[in-house]
């Protein structure tokens, strides 16, 4: 599988902004996600899309400050992370929904790529 590349990551201070992309060489896929995973956790669904953008999923912890988007003519993926708290800090993974199954379970998932640190400052 050709892995997705996430990018967009840094420092930013607590309230503070920031914009990830998540870019597929040469192909759109249909369904995307966004997963985060914090030191000693495990990897947590953020947020998924459908292919026309008209559906949207978020985790409770982050609706109303994150928001996901794509273009698909650029073959590329946002995720848009306003209010950062520093429980938002974790390495953020984007993927390819691949199979049938809740947008929320990493399982049904592939093409994952290496991430991007985020780290948010108290």
């Known amino acids: 599988q050709v892995p997705l590349v996430a990018s967009g990551g840094g420092l930013v201070q607590a309230g503070g902004s920031l914009r990830l992309s998540c870019a597929a060489s040469g192909r759109t896929f249909s369904d995307m996600g966004w997963f985060r995973q914090a030191p000693g956790k495990e990897r947590d669904f953020v947020a998924a899309?459908?292919?026309?953008?008209?559906?949207?999923y978020y985790a409770d912890s982050v609706k109303g400050r994150f928001t996901i988007s794509r273009d698909n003519a650029k073959n590329t993926v946002y995720l848009q992370m306003n209010s950062l708290k520093p429980e938002d800090t974790a390495v953020y993974y984007c993927?390819?929904?691949?199979?049938?199954?809740?947008?929320?379970?990493?399982?049904?998932?592939?093409?994952w790529g290496q991430g991007t640190q985020v780290t948010v400052s108290s």
């Open positions: 993927a390819a929904k691949m199979r049938g199954g809740p947008f929320q379970n990493e399982y049904n998932y592939g093409h």
């Open positions: 899309i459908s292919w026309s953008g008209g559906i949207t």
